[in-house]
C-alpha cells in the first residue's frame, strides 16, 4: 500500500518509536513559530532549559495577538521578545509585521518540512504540504533545544474534493462543510488530508484559509499536497526554490473517506457559540447586523482583501453596521496600499485595523451588547469577542462584505454569478523583510521589565492527594474559559496575577477558593464533560490552575493539546472509566486518591475516593507521559534529560 503526503513526511521525520497509526511516537521538528501571547513563557522555559542556541532550521518568534499597548505591559513583553530571541538565534517578527501564521506562510514555511508552533492555528502550514503542528509553549521549547516533539501517530482521513466551487462560494464554506461532518469533538488523533480533482482549483491562501480552521475540529493537523499552485505561490514570494513536490501515492491508504463535490457547497456560516454549529446562510438571511469584522489567520490573505474591496467599491457600509477590516499581514496590507484597493475599502466607511489578531483573540471591537457580529476568523466562544450578551456568527469575507453593505446577513448566491469578482494571484507579492530581525552574533542583554516573570516550577507528584472537587463544568469547555484572553492577554508573562481569572466567567469565585485552599494543603480538582480544554493551545490553561493548586482534572475526554498541557506541567489527566459516574459527583466532595506513583508508573487505570464513593478512573498514558508525571512536569523531566 502506497503512503499519504502525511506518512511521507512523518516517515521523513520520526527519530523515535514505530510509524504505525495509534502508536506513540517522537519526530524531528525543521521550524518552530511562537506567538507573544504564548512566546514569553516558551521563552523563559527555553531559558531554563540551559542551551545557548536554538538547534532548528529557522525558528520565528512573532508579535501579533498583544499590540494594544494600553499599559507597560505588552511593550515589556515586545522588548523581552526581541533581546532574548537575537540573543539565542530567533528570528524576530516586529508588531505589524503581521499575524503569525499568514507570515509565517508567506515568508518561511515550506513543503515537506515539520513546523511546531505555540499556537493553535499553527495548521494554516498545512496549506502548502507541512506537517504543522500546534502545541503548548513548552513543546515547543524543547523543539528548540533539539529535543523530538511527541503525538500519536495519526489515522488520517481523506477529504476528497471533486468539481469547482460556485461564483460566490468559498474556502471558508469548504471547511464550514467539514465542521458540519466532523464536528468540533471526537476527533482526537486524526489528521485530514485533502486530495481530489478540486484540490488544483484552490490557491495556497484558500488552502490554508481550509487548514487553519481545521483546528476547531480537534485534529492533529490538515494537510494539502505540494503541486504545481504551491510552486506558483512559493516562487511569487520569492521562495521558488523552498519548493519540492509531495503528492499522495495513487494507491495511498486511508481511514476513511469524506467526498465533498465543491459545486454542490453552500454558503455557510457557524452560528453562536461555537464553530462546530453549522447553517446554511440561507436560512439566516435577513438578519439584521450590527457588526462585521473581517481579518484574522484564518481569512485576511491578499485574495480575501482584494475580494473585499472589491465588494466595498463605490459602495457605503450600512449606518448600522460597524465595519472592521485588518490585513493579515504587512505585506498584504502593503499590496492593497499600492494598488488602491485600500482606498476602495477606505472609502466604504469601514474601519481600518493594523495587521494583527485584534478582534479574534478580543483585544478590541467588542460588539454592543446583544449585537449579532459577522466575522471571518475562525472561533465564536461564547465571550471570547468581549461582549458575553453578543451573537458571532463566522462567515466568509464575500458573505461579511456584502452583509456589511446591506446591513443584514446577505446570502452572496443571491448575486449574479458574474458579478463575483475573481480575483487572480499575483505573479510576485511585495517582499520586505525588515520587519523581521534575524539573530545577531553579539547580542544585547535581555531586557526583563516588571511584566516578566518566572517560568513556573512544578514539584515531583505526590504518592497521597487529599482534595476537593473545586468546580464541577459541563461539555465542551474551551480554554477560553478555563483562562480568558481579550483584557486579562497582558498578564500571560505574569502567572500569580493573570491565575486570579482562572474560570473568570464560569465561577469568579473559583480562583480565589482554590488557591485559599492550597495554603491550607488541599488540592482542587476540577470535574469536566466531554472534549474538556477544545480550541487554544495556551499552556496558561493548565499553568494558572496548577498555580492554584490543580493537580488532578477529571473528565469524560480531554482534547489532545490541553492534555498534553496539563501532563507537562505535572496535572492528571483522569477519564471516568464510566461516563455515568460524572452526574454523581458535586462541587465539594472530597477526594482522597492514594497509591498516585504507583498506578501513574504502571497501571491503566487508577481507583479514587470521591465523597465516599468509589470511582474508577483511566490513565490513558505513553510511558513518557508517566515519566513527566512522576517528574511533576516537562521541564523538569527535560532538564534531566538535557543534562544526563
Ligand atoms: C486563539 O486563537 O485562541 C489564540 C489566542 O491564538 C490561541 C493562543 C493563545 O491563547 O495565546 C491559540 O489558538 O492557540
Ligand atoms: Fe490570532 Fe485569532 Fe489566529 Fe488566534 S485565531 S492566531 S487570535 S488571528
Known amino acids: 500500500m502506497g503512503h499519504s503526503v502525511c506518512y511521507k513526511i512523518l516517515r521523513d521525520h520520526v527519530v523515535e518509536g514505530t510509524l504505525s497509526p495509534g502508536s506513540e511516537i517522537g519526530i524531528r521538528i525543521d521550524q518552530t513559530l511562537t506567538q507573544d501571547a504564548t512566546g514569553t513563557m516558551a521563552y523563559l522555559q527555553f531559558e531554563a532549559l540551559g542551551i545557548p542556541r536554538v538547534k532548528t532550521e529557522i525558528s520565528v518568534s512573532y508579535v501579533d495577538h498583544n499590540t494594544i499597548q494600553m499599559g507597560f505591559e505588552n511593550a515589556d513583553d515586545h522588548a523581552y521578545l526581541q533581546t532574548m530571541n537575537a540573543r539565542f538565534g530567533i528570528h524576530f517578527s516586529r508588531a505589524g509585521n503581521g499575524i503569525c501564521h499568514q507570515v509565517h506562510l508567506e515568508r518561511f514555511g515550506r513543503p515537506g518540512a515539520t513546523l511546531l508552533g505555540s499556537d493553535s492555528h499553527t495548521p494554516t502550514g498545512g496549506g502548502i504540504g507541512m506537517i504543522a503542528i500546534g502545541a503548548g509553549g513548552l513543546d515547543v521549547a524543547v523543539a528548540m533545544g533539539g529535543g523530538p516533539f511527541y503525538l500519536t501517530a495519526p489515522r488520517v482521513i ?13 474556502a471558508k464554506d469548504i471547511i464550514l462543510t467539514v465542521l458540519g461532518i466532523l464536528g468540533t469533538r471526537g476527533n482526537v488523533g486524526t489528521v485530514l488530508e485533502y486530495t481530489g480533482d478540486g484540490v488544483a482549483g484552490l490557491s495556497v491562501p484558500e488552502r490554508a484559509t481550509i487548514t487553519n480552521m481545521g483546528a476547531e475540529l ?9 503541486d504545481d499552485v504551491t510552486r506558483r505561490f512559493l516562487k511569487a514570494q520569492a521562495r521558488g526554490d523552498a519548493w519540492r513536490e509531495i503528492l499522495p501515492d495513487l494507491d495511498a491508504g486511508y481511514e476513511r473517506l469524506i467526498d465533498i463535490d465543491l459545486s454542490a457547497v453552500e454558503p455557510l456560516a457557524a452560528a453562536p457559540h461555537s464553530p462546530g454549529k453549522i447553517k446554511k446562510i440561507s436560512e439566516l438571511a435577513g438578519m439584521p447586523v450590527q457588526q462585521v469584522a473581517i481579518g484574522s489567520c484564518t481569512n485576511s490573505s491578499y485574495k480575501d482583501l482584494m475580494t473585499v474591496a472589491r465588494i ?12 472592521i477590516v485588518a490585513p493579515g499581514s504587512r505585506q ?3 499590496m492593497i496600499a499600492r494598488n488602491g484597493a485600500l482606498a476602495d475599502i477606505i472609502g466604504s466607511g469601514a474601519r481600518i485595523m493594523e495587521s494583527a489578531c485584534g478582534f479574534c483573540i478580543g483585544a478590541g471591537q467588542a460588539p454592543q451588547s446583544g449585537g449579532v457580529s459577522l ?14 450578551s453578543a451573537e458571532v456568527y463566522l462567515v466568509s469575507p464575500e458573505t461579511a462584505a456584502l452583509s456589511a453593505v446591506s446591513g443584514s446577513l446577505t446570502n452572496p448566491l443571491d448575486r449574479p454569478a458574474k458579478e463575483y469578482p475573481d480575483i487572480a494571484m499575483p505573479r510576485q507579492f511585495i517582499i520586505d523583510d525588515s520587519m523581521i530581525i534575524p539573530p545577531a552574533d553579539n547580542a544585547p542583554d535581555i531586557v526583563r521589565g516588571p511584566n516578566i516573570g518566572e517560568p513556573p516550577r512544578t514539584s515531583p507528584l505526590a504518592d497521597e492527594l487529599q482534595g476537593v472537587i473545586g468546580l464541577k463544568v459541563g461539555d465542551n469547555i474551551t480554554t477560553d474559559h478555563i483562562m480568558p484572553a481579550g483584557p486579562r492577554l497582558k498578564y500571560r508573562s505574569n502567572i500569580p496575577k493573570y491565575a486570579e481569572y482562572v474560570f473568570e466567567h464560569v465561577d469568579p469565585e473559583f480562583s480565589r477558593r482554590a488557591l485559599a485552599d492550597r495554603l491550607k494543603g488541599i488540592y482542587t480538582v476540577i470535574a469536566g464533560g466531554l472534549s474538556y480544554g477544545q480550541g487554544s493551545s495556551r499552556e496558561h490553561a493548565a499553568i494558572c490552575p496548577m498555580y492554584l493548586g490543580v493537580r488532578v482534572v477529571i473528565a469524560k475526554s480531554f482534547e489532545r493539546i490541553h492534555s498534553g498541557n496539563l501532563i507537562n506541567f505535572g496535572i492528571v ?11 454523581r459527583i458535586n462541587v465539594g466532595d472530597s477526594i482522597i486518591a492514594r497509591g498516585l506513583i504507583a498506578a501513574i508508573k504502571e497501571r491503566d487505570s487508577l481507583g479514587i475516593t470521591i465523597g465516599g464513593a468509589d470511582y474508577e478512573f483511566v490513565l490513558s498514558l505513553s510511558e513518557r507521559q508517566r515519566a513527566i508525571l512522576v517528574a511533576g512536569g516537562l521541564l523538569n523531566y527535560t532538564r534531566k534529560k538535557f543534562s544526563a
Request: charged residues 20%.
Open 312 to 323: 466595498l467599491r463605490g459602495k457605503k457600509v450600512a449606518p448600522g453596521v460597524s465595519c
Open 158 to 170: 481523506n477529504v476528497r474534493l471533486t468539481g469547482r466551487l460556485r461564483a460566490w462560494v468559498t
Open 218 to 226: 480537534g485534529v492533529t493537523t490538515s494537510i494539502f499536497p505540494s
Open 375 to 388: 466575522r471571518t476568523n475562525n472561533r465564536n466562544f461564547e465571550g471570547r469577542s468581549g461582549t458575553a
Open 332 to 334: 498584504v496590507f502593503e
Open 573 to 583: 489527566p483522569l477519564v471516568f472509566k464510566n461516563p455515568n459516574d460524572y452526574t
